[in-house]
């Protein structure tokens, strides 16, 4: 069974930068895993921030970027903003399926 | 840009078969370029991927709900549908429908959920 690993929660102070990362019970993480990356807030669907590793979706702020650092895919916010206390979590394809979403990050901005 | 909508009861009987639907709008399903996918989260919980459709009809599901789970299009309605069948409380959870991009392999358009609550 695939596990895909997450930080259970973070901590940012507002206008901070912090990186999340995403990776493998059993493997390194890399762009051919084409790395996605979802937020989502208390009551809402998730919203589709990055994928294949370091792309933005339409009308994602830039101060949200994605990398492959070691052998992780990780996100970074700069500039942390008070609105983006939210669960994080990412995604790997590993082919036709079954896709496994990580356990997901708290991040709490204070 | 295609919308997805969830419907289908809000309550299911412990043992019955729970049943969604997920309307597609601003696009067809049958367009291709899509895994047409369902995904829950039990409250406070992460998501959990259930299954996908393909337009020509080929399906994939979670090795843990497989025996349990279908999947299905119809494309004169343009919605895709769940079954989850001898539910139990461990089924209760918000229930998304979700396109996967085939071409750049993400979840590219969400739905906003729709809560099953399994209970007598």
């Known amino acids: 069974q695939t596990v895909v690993t997450q930080e259970p929660s973070f901590s940012v102070s507002p206008g901070g930068t912090v990186t999340l990362t995403c990776g493998l019970s059993s493997a390194s993480v890399s762009s051919t895993y084409y790395p996605s990356w979802y937020q989502q807030t208390p009551g809402q669907a998730p919203r589709t921030l990055i994928y294949?590793?370091?792309t933005r979706s339409s009308g994602v702020p830039d101060r949200f970027s994605g990398s492959i650092l070691g052998n992780k895919a990780a996100l970074t916010i700069t500039g942390a903003q008070a609105d983006d206390e939210s669960d994080y979590y990412c995604?790997?394809?590993?082919?036709?399926?079954?896709?496994?979403f990580g356990g997901g990050t708290k991040l709490t901005v204070l | 840009q295609v919308q997805l909508q969830e419907s289908g009861p809000g309550l299911v009987k412990p043992s019955q078969t729970l049943s969604l639907t997920c309307t597609v709008s601003?696009?067809?399903?049958?367009?291709?370029?899509?895994?047409w996918s369902w995904i829950r989260q039990p409250a406070g919980k992460g998501l959990e991927w259930i299954g996908h459709?393909?337009?020509?009809?080929?399906?994939t599901y979670n090795p843990s709900l497989k025996s349990r789970v279908t999947i299905s299009v119809d494309t004169s309605k343009n919605q895709f549908s769940l079954q989850l069948t001898s539910v139990t409380a461990a089924d209760t959870a918000v229930y998304y429908c979700?396109?996967?991009?085939?071409?750049?392999?993400?979840?590219?358009?969400w739905g906003k959920g729709t809560t099953v609550t399994v209970s007598s």
């Open positions: 459709i393909y337009t020509s009809g080929s399906t």
């Open positions: 979700a396109t996967w991009n085939v071409w750049y392999y993400y979840m590219d358009v």
């Open positions: 995604v790997l394809y590993m082919g036709s399926g079954p896709w496994v």
């Open positions: 601003g696009g067809s399903i049958s367009s291709g370029g899509y895994y």
């Open positions: 294949s590793t370091n």
